[in-house]
């Protein structure tokens, strides 16, 4: 009881109960080429993400897929729009908005834990203080006995793990994965998107994970955003109505078919 | 979790052949070596060469030690030491500490770049009779050529090397909030380091060429003037001991920095490219 009102006093105890974590209207950004031309990588993106969701984010080269990424994670200003974050609009990087991209961009001159503890020595923190912390992340992505190996010495899949556990230290509200698995084999990507499931379901934290595979996009999320090129614009929302947890055999399964077939529709790859 | 079996990039097999192979290219290497002197050897022994214009490997060798041990050669020595890690250290340390600011400051660097572009290509020894007008032939005059021709590749190096830095790096820096600085720090520089030492390792071979060259023309100390001193009085054993005693200097400075270098950088890709194409298969 005490415990409640606590809470209810805290300013921001409204904001905290509200289910949309993320809300992007309008949201649009707009390059200048070198020849002076505007050129319109997105225009009129609007979406809102409720706390807890994954979503996958699919469509075409082009269609300004990366684009909605850097304006969330704040890489890019937007040109236009508004992009709110837990009532506070987004001017830049945030520690709440976490970004991983398809290369696993491990710094060579740093072991596996010191790579995981990068965001830690961005912030200016001790090591040691998050040293238990990296380590056990590390072992969480199954790399327990790799921690002061060299990323040259770590095969692809094993350096896109590292890269996960560094996402996973900086401990982000949303998890902005751009490809993340793109660059490596079909059965790695397959354990990796598991292994990634298994880790997100009940933590509480949002996704937004871009992908060019539609059922890979289907199998992980909840709502599939799909987007078109010239100009980008968020065209379509598909809610994925399947049970959790996801298995592999539900691949097999009519109602992962039909989402499936829907979202290739969508996307005009029929 | 950790179930998939993911292949190590570690293949005994292949490493084995290939170690096989290195050994067998590190002999034919040394017998060719062997076989150079033993033709050397042949060709004084059995009059084809005039002993006088080319002594025997062995006189040489002898009179080589005998060299190293004279004090007299320590004291030349020693001036070369001086005027190149005296040289060396300006020049060098100018170069890196430019290449920084250029870096970090644009405005900064496109002030500077003419001037880089004008005088590198420069061939610096054609301004040691200038030089010799202004502080006469010595220790000074080598010493400001060697911090010219050191100079150079270690700018040109490192600011290649800094401005390289993979973009996909600084754009996770930046994901984390890291400050332009702080890339800067913990990005840029690392990653210009491989670059950095490849600059370091060619300028010092560069100062040793410049301060003996500037010695040679009319210095009366350091291994240059040795070597001109036994030319000019045909001392031909000691001229070719000299060029070996000097050859054997010039080898230890590159062996030092080269051991630094894999010491340091050991994430070289250069070096690492081998183990990486055989990851690739």
Known sequence: MRAGLEVAERPDAAMARDPVILRAHDLGKTYTSRSGEPVV?????????????????????????????NLIGGLITRTTGSLVFEGSQVTGPRREIGMMFQAPVL?????????????????????????DRA?????????????????????????????LARLLLEDPEVFLLDEPFGALDE??????NLELLDIWSGSGKTVLLVTHNIQEAVFLSDRVFVMSPGPGRLTEVLDVDLPRPRRIPMMREQGFQDLVFEVRRVLGAL | ????????????????????????????????????????????????????????????????????????????????????????????????????????????????????????????????PLIAVWVGYGQTSAMIIVVMVSFFPVYLNTITGLLAADENGLKLLHSLGASPRQAFRMYR???????????????????????????????????????????????????????????????????????????????????????????QR
Not at chain 1, 137 to 159: F, I, N, T
Not at chain 1, 187 to 192: D, K, S, V, W
Not at chain 2, 200 to 207: A, D, Q, R, Y
Not at chain 2, 211 to 223: K, M, N, Q, W
């Open chain 2, 189 to 279: 520089i690392p990653s210009a380091l491989p670059l950095v030492f490849t600059g370091l390792k060619t300028s010092v071979n560069f100062s040793v060429v410049a301060a003996i060259t500037a010695e040679l023309l009319g210095s009366r100390y350091g291994l240059g003037f040795m070597l001109a001193n036994s030319g000019t009085f045909l001392r031909i054993e000691d001229l070719y001991a000299t060029v070996v005693v000097v050859s054997l200097f010039a080898g230890a400075v590159y062996l030092i920095f080269e051991l630094v270098d894999r010491k340091l950088i050991f994430w070289r890709e250069d070096r690492n490219r081998f183990r990486a194409e055989e990851r």
């Open chain 1, 135 to 163: 380590a056990g992340l590390l072992e969480l992505v199954g790399l327990a006995g790799s921690a002061d190996r060299y990323p040259r010495e770590l095969s692809g899949g094993m350096q896109q793990r590292v890269a």
């Open chain 1, 187 to 192: 059965f790695t990507r397959e354990a990796m």
């Open chain 2, 1 to 128: 979790m950790g179930t998939t079996a993911e292949a190590r990039p570690v293949r005994p097999g292949r490493r084995l052949a290939s170690g096989a192979r290195r050994r067998s290219y590190l002999l034919i290497t040394a017998a060719l070596v062997v076989a150079f002197f033993l033709v050397w050897d042949w060709l004084t022994s059995s009059g084809v060469l005039h002993r006088i214009v080319v002594p025997p490997p062995g006189r040489v060798f002898e009179r080589s030690r005998e060299i190293i041990s004279e004090p007299y050669f320590r004291r030349h020595l020693w001036v070369t030491v001086k005027e190149v890690v005296f040289g060396y250290t300006i020049g060098a340390g100018s170069g890196i500490a430019l290449a920084l600011v250029s870096a970090r400051f644009k405005s900064f660097r496109h002030l500077l770049e003419p001037y880089i572009v004008a005088l590198q290509s420069l061939p610096k020894v054609i301004l040691l």
């Open chain 1, 107 to 131: 710094f060579p001159w740093r072991t596996a834990l010191q790579n995981v503890l990068l965001p830690m020595d961005v912030r200016g923190e001790k090591r040691s203080k998050h040293r």
């Open chain 1, 41 to 69: 990588a997105v225009q009129d993106v609007d979406f809102e993400l409720a706390r807890g969701e994954f979503i996958a984010l699919v469509g075409p080269s082009g269609c300004g897929k990366s684009t909605t990424l």
